[in-house]
């Protein structure tokens, strides 16, 4: 099976501007979460998505927002950027087998803000 | 909330010497402990995990301890090599979510030949 993927790898925006990221899962899977990934916080959750539904939500501002589609598929929305929203933007896909849900990551989207 | 502290931030060990890196976690409820390994440039990829009903897995040179009642964790890598030089990061899922996982800052290992 092809591995989760992700678009664009590169992003240059400027503060002010809004951003759209998008994650194509493994197929079959139906569950996709969204990090962002800095060195001084590290990788923190933003959300998670199943089945077109926000099944849990981290601790960051309403700029950040997502929808999954029917296929799977999500995207990732930032408003209003801010310097400090420069990070890479990881989506991870996972599904449950045995009772397990195991979570792949994508290669992420570096996301540079001006 | 869930919060995961990881000690060391950075480890140095002579290849074929064993690594050990620690967590603990806050959370009774998490039930789900990965371990994911990043090379520079390079996605996060899972490398081992554990349930809360499991005390010890073991996968070749690597194997997890869980101590549910300590509310730690620990990733063990016998025999390294300088292949196994990477960022190491522990998570615990919040709750009983897997699919909302909170990661540990990360150690930086470095394995000297």
């Known amino acids: 099976k092809a591995g989760v993927t992700q678009t664009p790898r590169y992003l240059i925006k400027t503060r002010g501007q809004q951003v759209t990221l998008s994650c194509s899962p493994i197929?079959?899977?139906?569950?996709v979460s969204w990090y962002q990934q800095t060195p001084g916080q590290g990788l923190q959750f933003l959300f998670e998505y199943f089945s077109e539904t926000q099944r849990n939500k981290g601790n960051f501002p309403g700029r950040f927002s997502g929808r999954q589609f029917s296929n799977s598929r999500s995207e990732m929305n930032v408003s209003t950027l801010e310097l400090g929203d420069s990070a890479l933007y990881l989506c991870a896909s996972s599904s449950i087998t045995g009772g397990v849900e195991t979570q792949y990551f994508g290669p992420g989207t570096r996301l540079l803000v001006l | 909330g869930e919060n995961v502290e990881q000690h060391p931030s950075t480890l140095s060990v002579q290849e074929g010497d064993s690594a050990v890196i620690k967590c603990t976690y806050s959370?009774?409820?998490?039930?789900?402990f990965p371990w994911y390994k990043q090379e520079l440039g390079k996605r996060p990829q899972l490398i081992i995990d554990?349930?809360?009903?499991?005390g010890e897995k073991k996968d070749q040179r690597i194997a997890v301890t869980l101590n549910k009642t300590a509310k730690h964790f620990s990733l063990h890598i016998t025999e390294t090599q300088p292949e196994d030089s990477a960022v190491y990061f522990c998570?615990?899922?919040?709750?009983?979510?897997?699919?909302?996982?909170?990661f540990g800052k990360g150690t930086k290992l470095s394995v000297k030949p």
């Open positions: 959370d009774s409820a998490s039930n789900y």
């Open positions: 197929s079959g899977h139906r569950s």
């Open positions: 998570a615990a899922s919040e709750g009983g979510s897997q699919g909302n996982l909170i």
């Open positions: 554990i349930r809360s009903n499991v």
